[in-house]
């Protein structure tokens, strides 16, 4: 027992100097990383201003985010773009969250008892109606010290991660949280970057791809949503159709200026919108981008009734960007806290619910049966719920649509080849 304690006592320095090294680092990042990005993004040369101008370039060519269906010449029927007449959707994800934890260096989530959990499990309890996508690689290894990532360790179905896929699939349990992927090493070995599919051809992509789902469904989990890492999508986009043979519902691979917009703007910022036959679901508003770029781009977003992205870094850190340090996090909490002031006119989605609802929206059929009777028929794979229609009275023969003259209609949920008629004179529907 003395022999013990003795041992205890001898090791306890050693301990106490590694934690000290380690905080003393903590402060020495803070100051070299996180005061200069604060200076940086404070006196406005980090392009934010060149951010909000690119994020709004060419997207009135969209116009909208209404889908106009016109039935006969007596009545004009508008598909609203969200689930129970919300004006407008948010959708928070985080990327790199992982298992592993390297001692001494910042922890990606790894740590159940760690910092950034806690800030997590923090920032959904504060506020109920959030949801979070998480993308995950299936093999995440990382070299902090360098801000790389580049080698395995051990992919997420390991056995000694049972316990943190648990508190995952606890969490995926709730509806609140939703887990897609990131790739399966988040690292090329050729390019030695942390962009895994730079340059790499279909046929040297897709086995990486297979490989990522199988591990991720060996750890139980069955993503239905891809962010490439790095934004890196293979020789001539290959990981499109890698994503959709592959059966994702969606792709996230697209930033202001970044992704599928690095050279041109090829999909909405602000919306989602389809891209070579796949629903792609945009970041637009990154953590720690400058209060007024961001209520600029919000208001932007509700004008055309798109989604609000939030995106960030699964971890604690100075020099990763747009991770959730302390100072990203207060950010965000600020934020939310604004945008919930008009929280009822907010539909709260993560990103698959999202792309769900837009792939459901090119399913739905809608005939005028009588003068007073419609028949919105869902021919799409997912039940749909609270489709929101407006309708123009009946007497609108030649006239262009008039808002004074709609009457909104929220639909009770219908599935897949149900048909409901929806009363004109009433309000009410009914099967
Ligand atoms: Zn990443």
Redesign the pocket.
Known sequence: MIKKIKIIIKKLPLTYMLLNISRRLRIVEFLVFGLFIRIFSIIGISGSIDYAKKAVHKEDNLKNNHLEVKINHECITIIEPWPYGKKLALTINF??ISPNKEKGLTDFGGDLNGIIVKRFEELLSILREIKVTL?I?AL?SIDLAKGR?YKQIGSIDDRKYERWRNWLKHWESTGRVEVAL??LY?YNYVKKS?AEFEGLSYEKAKPLMVRSLEIMQSAGFFPLGF?P??WALGFSNCLINIAKELGFAYIAASGVNIGLNSYEKLVSDLLPTYYQGIINIPQNIVLGLRNNITFKLINEIEARRGVISIKG?FADSYYLASSLNITNYKWLISILYELYKEKDKIWFASMSEIAKYKICLKSIRIQQESSNILIVKNEGKYTIDGLTIKIANNDLTNRPYNQKNEERFVLPSISTGEIYRVELDSKKTKI
Do not use: C, K, M, V
């Open positions: 990327d790199d993308f690689p995440l990532f990131h790739g988040h942390q962010r890492p790095a870094h």
